[in-house]
T-cell receptor, first 116, second 113 residues
Framework: DAMVIQNPRYQVTQFGKPVTLSCSQTLNHNVMYWYQQKSSQAPKLLFHYYDKDFNNEADTPDNFQSRRPNTSFCFLDIRSPGLGDAAMYLC???????????????FGPGTRLTVL | RKEVEQDPGPFNVPEGATVAFNCTYSNSASQSFFWYRQDCRKEPKLLMSVYSSGNEDGRFTAQLNRASQYISLLIRDSKLSDSATYLCVVALMTTDSWGKFQFGAGTQVVVTP
């Protein structure tokens, strides 16, 4: 029944060692999002895809990259993680926002990243 | 000024009591509104969408005031299981910001026995 799946659930990496977080969805939604959430803060949007159209937030560091090879999968690559990148990373999907109705987001369970 | 603002709380609520809190948003182009619930170290989960006329789902009532640009959430007959952080989410559907969701930092509710 899982609709948005994230792997791994917990990731420990060393300072500067690249990591890749993955997200898959069974909802066939057009839009996929990556958020970073730190303790007691709102989720912060890093990127989103409308189909294959990539949208980078202006304040997303270059250290963060993303790939969406197909509708179902999306990846977040952190090229050189720093201590400040330790956070929960949330993947979310939504339907085409041009459709009528309330197109809420569906979140995956998140990947908690620890940087040593 | 933040685009979506919430009182962080915590709101300490005796079990069975009623609690209400608001969320203000700054972008008048906002079109869709939601309340999400987030438990500690878990992902946000949709609690309810907020409709223009206001809507109720069991013990939860949401209201939208477009003129003053705020939404509200009221929880009646609070249960211990209602303890969580409630995130206000506003969706922008303009041509420049299609499908973009803006989050408040959340209001923490603690229901006590």
């Amino acid at each position: 029944d899982a609709m948005v799946i994230q792997n791994p659930r917990y990731q420990v990496t060393q300072f500067g060692k690249p990591v890749t977080l993955s997200c898959s969805q069974t909802l066939n939604h057009n839009v996929m999002y990556w958020y970073q959430q730190k303790s007691s803060q709102a989720p912060k949007l890093l990127f989103h895809y409308y189909d294959k159209d990539f949208n980078n937030e202006a304040d997303t560091p270059d250290n963060f990259q993303s790939r969406r090879p197909n509708t179902s999968f999306c990846f977040l690559d952190i090229r050189s993680p720093g201590l400040g990148d330790a956070a929960m990373y949330l993947c979310a999907t939504s339907r085409d926002p041009a459709l009528a109705g309330y197109n809420e987001q569906f979140f995956g369970p998140g990947t908690r990243l620890t940087v040593l | 000024r933040k685009e979506v603002e919430q009182d962080p709380g915590p709101f300490n609520v005796p079990e069975g009591a009623t609690v209400a809190f608001n969320c203000t948003y700054s972008n008048s182009a906002s079109q869709s509104f939601f309340w999400y619930r987030q438990d500690c170290r878990k992902e946000p989960k949709l609690l309810m969408s907020v409709y223009s006329s206001g809507n109720e789902d069991g013990r939860f009532t949401a209201q939208l005031n477009r003129a003053s640009q705020y939404i509200s959430l009221l929880i009646r007959d609070s249960k211990l299981s209602d303890s969580a952080t409630y995130l206000c989410v506003v969706a922008l559907m303009t041509t420049d910001s299609w499908g973009k969701f803006q989050f408040g930092a959340g209001t923490q509710v603690v229901v006590t026995p």
